[in-house]
C-alpha cells in the first residue's frame, strides 16, 4: 500500500478591523487563507503581508478577539472559519 501525501486544510479567516485599525488596514474586513494548522500570529502575519506599513505601525497596540474571546496568547490556535476582531486602544470613559 502507498501511503497518500498528507493533505493541509486551508483555513479561511475572517478578519475585521475596528477604528485606526480600520484606517490603517484600509479596508473594513477581509477573508485571510492560510495553510492549517494556524495561529493568531499566523493570521497577523499574512494581514501585515497583505496591508503594509500602516497596519503595522497600528497592530502592536491592539488586542484581539478571537470568535469573541479575548486573545492574550498569538500561539492561540485559529479554527477553520473563525472570525479575529483587531482592536486598537479606545479613548473615552
Do not use: H
Request: glycine share 10%.
Amino acid at each position: 500500500m502507498t501511503a497518500m501525501p498528507e493533505q493541509t486544510e486551508a483555513v479561511a479567516v475572517q478578519v475585521r478591523y475596528f477604528a485606526g485599525a480600520r484606517a490603517a488596514a484600509g479596508v473594513p474586513e477581509e477573508t485571510v487563507r492560510l495553510s492549517g494548522p494556524t495561529t493568531v500570529s499566523d493570521v497577523i502575519s499574512a494581514v501585515l503581508d497583505l496591508r503594509g506599513e500602516g497596519l503595522a505601525k497600528v497592530l502592536p497596540a491592539c488586542s484581539f478577539l478571537l470568535d469573541g474571546v479575548a486573545v492574550r496568547d498569538r500561539g492561540t490556535a485559529v479554527p477553520a472559519s473563525a472570525t479575529l476582531d483587531v482592536l486598537p486602544p479606545f479613548a473615552g470613559g
